[in-house]
């Protein structure tokens, strides 16, 4: 039996709608805009970073096209005194261009946190498998590289790459974003991170690496000794590596991805990789803030 209090639970889960239509940035309008303007050159912002921001959550989580956005706000507008709202062309001009921080309440760095890493596939457009199959488009995908805690399910960092970069190169990369939240101490990640480089450059942060290293791994250092220890000792007996070192946790970067997908849906809507990249981060962003307000058990 469950040990989760649903009536809480479900409260989160009603919260995470009032996010989407919170107008308390209403009141601090004047002093953002004011802020977002000082020293700008050239033609000024008309509307806060914080309404884009919301405007992008609700785009890119109720799925709603740019210009039905621009009838949903002015319906809107009519019932707040003095709101103004951007057009539809406006919203995907700033909404593409903003600068989202993954988390921004994660700041404390003397926190020891264990991560997850993994990657999968986005589609870069929702055209169909039946017009895929019937004239041979293959669009490709998007890879989402992601290090998760594995405690808080809080994506801490994320990379955005085209299909063919592999997994083991993005490692460096994420450590280094996640290590800005917290002090990691251990690293969980599957077969496709088994590389030297990996090892030492774990070895040389003081993280312990938790990777599965293939099953005809040398036993041999050849030059990188901390793969050699864990090759010895998951060869040994594999399944008392995966219990002692907690290699099981690894299963939380796959819970993340598809709880990311079952939100948002397993494609990208933006044309550009570069619209594509912002776009996963302001999902990726909407996504943490949904984990936060769900109690853990």
């Not at 055209?127 to 989402?144: A, S, T």
């Not at 998760?148 to 299909?163: C, G, M, N, S």
């Not at 690496?209 to 000792?233: D, F």
């Not at 070192?245 to 397993?266: C, D, P």
Request: proline residues 2%.
């Amino acid at each position: 039996m469950s040990d989760r209090d649903w009536k809480v639970y479900n409260e989160a889960l009603v919260r995470r709608g009032e996010i989407l239509l919170d107008l308390r940035i209403m009141k601090g309008w004047r002093r953002e805009l004011t802020e977002m303007n000082r020293g700008k050159e050239g033609a000024r912002y008309e509307y806060p970073g914080s309404l884009i921001k919301l405007l992008a959550f609700i785009h890119f989580y109720l799925r709603l096209p740019y210009r039905q956005l621009e009838g949903f706000v002015k319906m809107l507008a009519k019932h707040v005194d003095g709101l103004m709202m951007p057009d539809y062309s406006s919203m995907a001009w700033r909404i593409q261009r903003l600068d989202v921080k993954l988390n921004d309440d994660l700041a404390n760095g003397n926190d020891e946190v264990v991560v997850a890493l993994d990657a999968s596939g986005i589609k870069v457009a929702n055209r169909g498998e039946w017009i895929r199959h019937k004239w041979k488009v293959r669009r490709g995908f998007l890879k989402i590289h992601i290090a998760v805690d594995v405690k808080r399910k809080k994506i801490l960092a994320l990379e955005v790459t085209k299909e063919k970069v592999a997994d083991a190169r993005r490692l460096k990369r994420l450590i280094s974003e996640a290590s800005k939240q917290a002090r990691i101490t251990k690293a969980i990640g599957d077969g496709a991170y088994d590389t030297k480089t990996n090892f030492r450059y774990l070895a040389e942060k003081k993280i312990e690496p938790v990777i599965k290293v293939r099953r005809n791994a040398s036993t041999k250092a050849n030059g990188c000794m901390p793969r050699k220890l864990v090759a010895q000792e998951y060869l040994r007996n594999m399944k008392a590596w995966k219990r002692k070192h907690g290699y099981g946790q690894r299963w939380m970067a796959e819970t993340a991805f598809s709880t990311f997908k079952r939100l948002f849906g397993e494609y990208a809507s933006s044309i550009k990789f570069r619209h594509m990249v912002s776009e996963m981060l302001i999902k990726a962003s909407l996504y943490n803030l949904f984990t936060a307000m769900t109690p853990r058990i």
